[in-house]
């Protein structure tokens, strides 16, 4: 198992930034990719972005060119930068993990991130 602890969150004005992180522990040799949720009042958890164990990235059209994933194995930690935030971008962050042979294998427990127009 992993455990994902998750920091980072607020309360920030649109056209702010905010960093979130995720340190992992536990069976952290078996992990392959990491990534981020969110889940906004009334919505379906929807994919942020990714990032493999070789640096490749994944990101949704609504965040592209404004949140940046990275990961500093050293740490076992992931990054996520969030810039130019928008009020839309309000919801519950949500780190996972994903093992190389058995998929998902830990959430972090969220971290709220709204943004006040």
């Known amino acids: 198992q992993v455990q994902l602890v998750e920091s980072g969150g607020g309360l920030v004005q649109a056209g702010g930034s905010l960093r979130l992180s995720c340190a992992a522990s536990?069976?952290?040799?078996?992990?392959?990719?990491m990534g981020w949720y969110r889940q906004a009042p009334g919505k379906q958890r929807e994919l942020v972005a990714a990032i493999a164990s070789g640096g490749s990235t994944n990101y949704a059209d609504s965040v592209k060119g404004r949140f940046t994933i990275s990961r500093d194995n050293a740490k076992n930690t992931v990054y996520l930068q969030m810039n130019s935030l928008k009020p839309e971008d309000t919801a519950v962050y949500y780190c996972?993990?994903?093992?190389?042979?058995?998929?998902?294998?830990?959430w972090g427990q969220g971290t709220q991130v709204t943004v006040s127009s």
């Open positions: 536990g069976s952290i040799f078996s992990i392959n990719a």
């Open positions: 996972y993990a994903d093992s190389y042979d058995l998929g998902r294998v830990g």
